[in-house]
Structures are given as structure tokens and as C-alpha cells.
Nanobody, 123 residues
């Protein structure tokens, strides 16, 4: 089972930036797709972004396109989510997830999850 650990969350003012990291165990990071999801209080979990193993394929939720960028450093078994121009509605717990195959935005297909990191954007 992939071990995923998110970090980088915190409190930021609207318009600010944060960079989230997702560190994965080496044994199963290789070859896996990494995705970010988020869940705000009282809301369902929603897809944010996904990146293929090679990094050549990415996809974003419409709500974050142009503001968030997903990337990965396979030499360090780590994926990132750069979040710019943050809005109060971006406030949520952010989770990274992994799967051996490209699974897009369907969270039910991801086999491993981290415990999440809190992002709070104040207005």
C-alpha cells in the first residue's frame, strides 16, 4: 500500500499562494498517477488536479484552472500542488491520492490516500 503524506497547508489571505507536497513511499510511487482532491466542511470530496507518472498528462477542475499547477519530482517521490490566487472557497482539507493507472477525476478509483492537510483562505 502506498504511503502518502501531505504537507504545506496553512492559513493564507485571499490572493495569496501555498505549495502543497505529497511524499510517497518509493516502493509503489513508481509508475503511479497522483491526484489531489479536497473536501470542505459539509461538502463532498471534489477533484482538484491529476498528473500522470511521466508528467506529460495533467487535468484540472474548472474551478482551479489557471490558478493551480500540479507537478511531480520522481527522483524525490514527491508531487506538488502550487496554488496561486487563492480564494476563500478554496478552503478545505486537501488530500493526495495514488493509483497505478491514470484514473482522472474519479476518486473511487484511487487505491491509496494520505491523511490530508488543511488549507484555510481568509477573506
Amino acid at each position: 500500500q502506498v504511503q502518502l503524506v501531505e504537507s504545506g497547508g496553512g492559513l493564507v489571505q485571499a490572493g495569496g499562494s501555498l505549495r502543497l507536497s505529497c511524499a510517497a513511499s518509493a516502493r509503489t510511487y513508481t509508475g503511479c498517477t497522483i491526484a489531489w482532491f479536497r473536501q470542505a466542511p459539509g461538502k463532498e470530496r471534489e477533484f482538484v488536479a491529476v498528473i500522470s507518472w511521466s508528467g506529460s498528462r495533467t487535468d484540472y477542475a474548472d474551478s482551479v484552472k489557471g490558478r493551480f499547477t500540479i507537478s511531480r519530482d520522481n527522483a524525490k517521490n514527491t508531487a506538488f500542488l502550487q496554488m496561486n490566487s487563492l480564494k476563500p472557497e478554496d478552503t478545505a482539507v486537501y488530500y493526495c491520492a495514488s493509483h497505478p493507472f491514470y484514473s482522472g477525476s474519479d476518486g473511487s478509483k484511487y487505491s491509496s490516500w494520505g491523511h490530508g492537510t488543511q488549507v484555510t483562505v481568509s477573506s
